[in-house]
Structures are given as C-alpha cells and as structure tokens.
C-alpha cells in the first residue's frame, strides 16, 4: 500500500477549520501538515472539505438489504458498500424485535460474515457490533415492532440473547424491570444501553440513566410527548447531562426546530445523528425507518440551519465513536484509522472516500 497525500483540501477538525495537506501511512493518518516527498500517492482535495468517516449507530438495511429478514452475504455486502459511497466508513447492524429463534439466526450471521472482513479491499462500511433495537420494548411503544415477539426484561432472557454475541449497543424499555439488574448485567459484559421505545416516566428515566444507561434512541420518537405536566424520559434525557440523545434528522421523524431545540438544550457535544436506515423506509408516508443515509443527514442540518457543518460531522462521527468507546475513529489526528470523507464544497455531497488508508474512489 503506498503511502497517500491528501493535497489542497480545508480539513475539519473539533478545534478549527485548516487549509492544509493531510498525509497516510499504511491505515492511519501520520500528519495533517507538511509536504511530499518521495513516492506518494496523491489525492487532490482541492474543492474539498476533508473530514473523518461517519459512524451510524442505527442501520437496519438499505434498498438492496433487509437485515430484519434473511439477508445473504451479497445483500449484506451491497449494503457496506452503499454506505461507504455515501461517507458511512463505520455502522451498527441493526436487529429489531423479531421470534427470538430467528434474531439469534441472523446475529450468528452477521457476527460470521460481517464482523471483522478486510473492509478496505471489500469496499465496505466497518461493522463494529451489532445494535439490538429490542425485543425488552415497551408494549406502549412499540412502533413497527411486532407486539406478539416482545419479551419481559429480565437478566436472564437478556443473558440468553446477548451471550456469546457481538452485541454492542441494546435498545430497552427500563421500566419493564425495577431493580435495573438486565441494564446491569449488559453493561457488565461491555454492552452499551439506550433508552428506547419506552413509556418511562421521568423518574423511572432518571433511575435508567443512575444504573448507566447513557444514550437515547431516536429521541422523540416511540417515546413519551414532552409535556408541561408530567415530564417523561425525553425531558429527563434533556435536562441529564450523562445522556447522549441521538436523533433521526430526515425532516419526518422530528421537525427541524424541534432537533434545533434538542440542540440548544443538549449541546453539540451530546447529539448524534443517525440515520435508522431501513429496506422499507418512509415508503407512502410510513414511518418505518427512514429512506436517508447519514451524509444526508449532516447536510439536513445545515441546510435547516440547525448546526454548522464542523457541528454536524461531529454529532455524525467524534460522537458516535466516542459514545461507544472507539477512540481510533471519527477524528482526524495523527495515529487516528484513515477512515476519510473529502465532501464537495458548495454542493456538501460526498466526492470522495478513504477507508483505512485505501482510496475507494
């Protein structure tokens, strides 16, 4: 692999804006400043504004995939591929609530497939665990999972599912149990927690978020309206300082001076963007999912208004990554994975991409 030069591009780093050349060896990044010489491959990022890949925490397929039914290896694969093209170097699979039989078929199928192939000579988006968006869900808010398969949370039935997986991130409802001993034993095996198609009331949030759990699942949505009597988990998740909401920007989900508000309330720095990306999508108007990808959602909101463009890659990179401990991605550092995207400037669509110090296109 030869050693790369990215030349001519303005990078956005957490700190600043920096017109500057960025330099690769092998698959990490060694420098953002100096010049080339020697036997370097050169990218020209002139027009372009240089950031690190994104990291969607909430993918449950795409136009070609379906992971909630029987996806092969190929639907798989199209799907990494998809979402390298739109500047996703990064993703959790998703799994909602399905007969247990069936959910622990295809996580066994994505952990053997996905988890751990050479992403960079594949193509790929990097599978780096498995979210399961259920099935310890509320039968109140059950959105598009099916109420005949969700199961009462217990650390049992959560020990039967998650054992021996690459489970990484679990969306529950804490209310179905009250000595918080599943978000307890999840935690303990190394699994991050997200309150999520929930019914909980502010006080039962508040215990959920004691006991660790840190994140929020599509925050308004499948969740409690915020009310002025009788606050409920979207309010507790606000006004908590521990907890990081993550929200679907498509303009669907939730309007755009309502993710302005979580923002002005949460702070950049406790925001993430998905894209809750599914095979079915908004088709007719439903919301089953969404139909955007994360580079969409970036520019969402910064055509809203809402954040600058510097803000959004971070709620769509530094804080996913960091939100589920994995500090070799989602900056642009010397030693960091040359996970990178190179964005047009005037159109913010993805021009070109870097996966692990390989040029894709």
Same mark, same amino acid.
């Given at each position: 692999? /030869?050693?790369?030069?990215?030349?001519?591009?303005?990078?956005?780093?957490?700190?600043?804006?920096?017109?500057?050349?960025?330099?690769?060896?092998?698959?990490?990044? *060694?420098?953002?400043?100096?010049?080339?010489? @020697?036997?370097?491959?050169?990218?020209?990022?002139?027009?372009?504004?240089?950031?690190? @890949?994104?990291?969607?925490?909430?993918?449950?397929?795409?136009?070609?995939?379906?992971?909630?039914?029987? !996806?092969?290896?190929?639907?798989?694969?199209?799907?990494?591929?998809?979402?390298?093209?739109?500047?996703?170097?990064?993703?959790?699979?998703?799994?909602?609530?399905?007969? $247990?039989?069936?959910?622990?078929?295809?996580?066994?199928?994505?952990?053997?497939? =996905?988890?751990?192939?050479?992403?960079?000579?594949? =193509?790929?988006?990097?599978?780096?665990?498995?979210?399961?968006?259920? !099935?310890?869900?509320? !039968?109140?808010?059950?959105? $598009?999972?099916?109420?005949?398969?969700?199961?009462?949370?217990?650390?049992?039935?959560?020990?039967?599912?998650?054992?021996?997986?690459?489970?990484?991130?679990?969306?529950?409802?804490?209310? %179905?149990?009250?000595?918080?001993?599943?978000?307890?034993? %999840?935690?303990?095996?190394?699994?991050? $927690?997200?309150? =999520?198609? *929930?019914?909980?009331?502010?006080?039962?949030?508040?215990?959920?978020?004691?006991?660790?759990?840190?994140?929020?699942? #599509?925050?308004?949505?499948?969740?409690?309206?915020?009310? #002025?009597?009788?606050?409920?988990?979207?309010?507790?998740?606000?006004?908590?300082?521990?907890?990081?909401?993550?929200?679907?920007?498509?303009?669907?989900? $939730?309007?755009?001076?309502?993710?302005? %508000?979580?923002?002005?309330?949460?702070?950049?720095?406790?925001?993430?963007?998905?894209?809750?990306?599914?095979?079915?999508?908004?088709?007719? @108007?439903?919301?089953?999912?969404?139909?955007?990808?994360? &580079?969409? /959602?970036?520019?969402?909101?910064?055509?809203?208004?809402?954040?600058?463009?510097?803000?959004?890659?971070?709620?769509?990179?530094?804080? !996913? /990554?960091?939100?589920?401990?994995?500090?070799?991605?989602?900056?642009?550092?010397?030693?960091?994975?040359? &996970?990178?995207?190179?964005?047009?400037?005037?159109?913010?669509?993805?021009?070109?991409?870097?996966?692990? =110090?390989?040029?894709?296109?």
């Amino acid at each position: 692999m /030869a050693d790369l030069a990215i030349k001519g591009g303005e990078v956005v780093t957490l700190l600043a804006h920096e017109r500057t050349n960025l330099f690769v060896k092998g698959d990490r990044i *060694s420098a953002l400043r100096g010049h080339c010489d @020697g036997d370097w491959q050169v990218l020209d990022a002139s027009g372009t504004i240089i950031t690190p @890949g994104l990291f969607d925490l909430q993918v449950n397929g795409g136009t070609d995939c379906n992971l909630w039914a029987d !996806p092969s290896n190929e639907d798989i694969r199209k799907l990494g591929c998809n979402l390298l093209k739109h500047g996703v170097t990064s993703y959790l699979p998703t799994l909602i609530t399905d007969e $247990v039989g069936h959910l622990k078929k295809n996580m066994r199928h994505l952990s053997e497939y =996905g988890l751990g192939i050479d992403e960079a000579k594949s =193509g790929a988006s990097t599978m780096l665990g498995l979210h399961l968006e259920g !099935p310890f869900l509320s !039968p109140d808010k059950p959105g $598009v999972h099916p109420p005949k398969h969700l199961l009462p949370l217990t650390a049992s039935a959560v020990n039967d599912l998650v054992n021996g997986s690459k489970v990484s991130l679990m969306t529950l409802a804490p209310e %179905l149990e009250n000595n918080g001993e599943s978000i307890k034993a %999840l935690i303990g095996k190394g699994v991050h $927690v997200a309150l =999520g198609h *929930s019914n909980a009331t502010f006080e039962e949030a508040q215990n959920a978020f004691d006991a660790g759990v840190k994140l929020m699942t #599509h925050t308004f949505n499948a969740l409690p309206a915020v009310k #002025h009597r009788g606050p409920g988990a979207v309010v507790a998740a606000m006004l908590n300082d521990s907890v990081t909401c993550c929200v679907i920007a498509d303009g669907l989900h $939730v309007d755009p001076p309502v993710v302005k %508000l979580l923002m002005r309330v949460k702070g950049v720095d406790k925001v993430i963007l998905v894209s809750d990306a599914a095979h079915i999508g908004t088709t007719g @108007g439903v919301l089953v999912g969404s139909s955007i990808t994360l &580079d969409q /959602a970036v520019k969402n909101v910064v055509d809203w208004g809402v954040a600058s463009f510097a803000e959004a890659i971070t709620m769509a990179s530094y804080n !996913p /990554a960091r939100a589920m401990g994995f500090d070799e991605i989602g900056e642009l550092a010397p030693g960091k994975i040359a &996970d990178i995207v190179l964005w047009d400037r005037e159109t913010l669509t993805v021009k070109h991409v870097v996966k692990s =110090g390989q040029v894709i296109f």
